[in-house]
């Protein structure tokens, strides 16, 4: 049996996803999963299309970045990835992609404010925006870790979304409400001066929402 082999059909099936719903575009993007008790990530490899990757393509690595499996080139931001498990422990997947809103977003230095209280999924009151840096540069890894504090999501100056989370399909499901929310605050940008919720009701939609669904 593979190694990881679950995790890795994961990434290529959530992969995939994001391609088709158009919440990144070309080989853009990248996805991981941590395995805590092994110390060894499972990251997509660097410009390989979503439908074309394939088990074996996904890389295995420890978060200093030793590879111990895979024979491709790691997504060039692994550093992103490896920092948030290093530093946010609660964590053990995440997406970065390049979604058509959040992206306008990024380009404004605009953070995501409360127009909704779905935007509570990000973790917070707001998706913060991260200082700018060059990609797959640790000093981006540090710039996104810094703005995500106390969040699950943080948007990345000129650049696009992180969202992070315990499983991927929890990731997956956040990242798509969040770029919802992020299309709706520049639609409403369009037309006036959209109404922000108080800080008093998103903090109760974000303790809400730890107890909302099924168990």
């Known amino acids: 049996m593979e190694v990881m082999q679950h995790e890795r059909e994961l990434l290529i099936e959530y992969g995939n ?3 088709q719903s158009k919440m990144t575009r070309g ?3 990248n996805l991981s999963i941590y395995n805590d008790e092994t110390g060894v990530m499972a990251i997509t490899p660097s410009g390989i ?3 074309m990757i394939r088990p074996e ?4 690595m420890k978060l200093d970045g030793t590879i111990i499996d895979g024979k491709r080139k790691p997504s060039s931001e692994y550093p992103m990835h490896a920092h948030v498990y290093r530093e946010r422990p609660e964590f053990k997947a995440m997406i970065h992609m390049h979604s058509t809103y959040a992206t306008v977003l990024s380009t404004l230095r605009k953070p995501l404010v409360a127009i909704d209280y779905l935007v509570a999924h990000g973790g917070g009151k707001d ?4 200082d700018y840096a060059s990609f797959g540069t640790w000093q981006l890894a540090e710039n996104a870790l810094k703005a995500m504090d106390g969040r699950c999501a943080v948007l ?3 650049h696009g979304l992180n969202v992070v989370g315990k499983t991927l ?3 997956f499901a956040k990242a798509e409400i969040i770029e919802f929310c992020c299309e709706l605050y520049v639609r409403a940008l369009a037309c006036g001066e959209p109404v922000v919720l108080s800080d008093q009701e998103m903090a109760f939609i974000v303790e809400e929402f730890n107890h909302y669904g099924q168990k």
């Open 17 to 19: 996803q994001i391609y």
């Open 27 to 29: 080989t853009g993007g």
């Open 49 to 51: 299309p979503y439908s």
């Open 57 to 60: 393509d996904i890389v295995l």
């Open 127 to 130: 998706v913060r925006v991260a």
């Open 156 to 158: 990345l100056s000129n």
């Open 169 to 171: 399909d929890e990731v």
